[in-house]
C-alpha cells in the first residue's frame, strides 16, 4: 500500500513567519517519513528555498499568479488541478492568504476531498481581501490557526468553528545556544561594534516590509530606555522597504549611535545568545515565531497585547505585555527588565523551558499528522 501523498503549497521561500513555518513544517514531515511530501509554491523566489534543496526537492513546481480575477488565475488553477491528479495527491495543506485562495479552488476544481487552510493573523488587509478568504475556507474541510486568538478572529467573522483547528507554531529549541557560553566575547562582535563598557543589548527580530511591526514604537521606546541606561544598544534585525526611513528616524530621535540595524543574514540563535531582552511591539500578529524564538534562547519578552502574545509570555513570569502604539509602557518595561539582571534571567528561564514544553517542532509535528490522519480517514 502506498503512502498518501501530501502536498504543502507555499506562496514564495521570502523570510517570513508563515514561509519558515511552512518549509520547516515540510522537512520534518519529510524526515518522518509517515507521508510522502511534495512541495508547490506561487514563487520560487526566497532565501528559504535552500531549505527545499535540502530535501532533495527535485522540481519545485511554481503556479505564478497576477490576480485572482484574470485568465491566468483560471490557466494556473487548471495547472493545479492536472498537477493534482497526475501525481495522485491525498491531501493539500496552504500556509497563506495567496495560497489558501489559489489552493482551496484547485484543489477542489480537481475533487480532492482533503484540503487544510491556514490562518496566522488576525489582520486580514482589506474587507474584500477577507471576503476572498473566507471563499477559500468554505471550500476548505478544516483551516489551522496558530493560535487561539486568530481562531476567535476567524469564528467572530462568520467561519464555523468546528472547521477551526489550533496547532501552535513550532521551533527548535537546540538552534538556540546557551545564552553564557562565550559570552560578550567573540560572538557579540559579530552583531554590533563599538559597544560601551558593560552593554546590555536590547533586540527586535521583526521584517521591515510593513508598519505594522511598529520599530517606530521601538525606536520611540529605546529613546526613553536609554535615558537612565546609558549602556543599552538597541539592536534591529530585519530587512525590508522601510528600513532606511528607521535609520532616519532613529537619527532624528538623537540614538542612530545606539542602535544597530544588522539586516537578516544573521544566525538568529547566535544573536540571541547575545542579547538581553527580546521585544516585539507590532500592532496586529497571529502567534509570533519571533516571540518563541527569544523564549528558546532563555531572554525575558516584552511583547504588546496582540494576537497570540498572552498564550506565550505569561505577564510577570516569563516577561511583560505592553498595549499596543504604546512607547512609554514598552520603555517601562524594558527599563524595569535591563535595572534588575536576577529577575530578567529568571523570567527567561521559565521562558526556556516553556518553549520546550509547549511550542517545539515534535508537538507541532505530532498536531499535524494527527490532522493528516483525521481527514484523510473520513474520506
Known sequence: MRKKRI?????????????????RLARNLRRDGTFEICVACLDRRGPL??????????????FPLTSFYDLNFLRQTLRLRSFLKQN???LVHT???????????????????ARIASKRETLSKTTFQFAAERQAFRLSKRIVANSHAVKGFLTANGVPERKIVTIYNGLDPARFVNREVERRKEAIGQFASALPPGAKLV????NMRSDVKDHRSFLRAAKKAAETRPEAVFILAGEGELREGLIAFADELGIGSRCRFIGSGWDIGSLLSVSDVGVLCSRSEGFSNAILEYMAAGLPVVAT?????REAVENGRTGY???PEDAEALAEAVTRLLNDDAMAREMGERGRMAARERFSAEAQLRAVMNLYDTLLASG
Do not use: C, K, W
Open 7 to 23: 502536498l504543502q503549497l507555499i506562496g514564495s521561500f521570502e523570510l517570513g513567519g508563515s514561509e519558515l513555518q511552512a518549509v
Open 49 to 62: 528555498i535552500s531549505e527545499i534543496d535540502r530535501l532533495a526537492e527535485p522540481d519545485i513546481p511554481e
Open 88 to 90: 495522485e495527491i491525498d
Open 95 to 113: 500556509h497563506d492568504f495567496y495560497s489558501n485562495i489559489f489552493g482551496m479552488f484547485g484543489a477542489t476544481a480537481a475533487r480532492l476531498g
Open 203 to 206: 533586540t527586535i527580530v521583526a
Open 305 to 309: 497585547d496582540v494576537g497570540g502574545a
Open 321 to 323: 505585555i505592553v498595549p
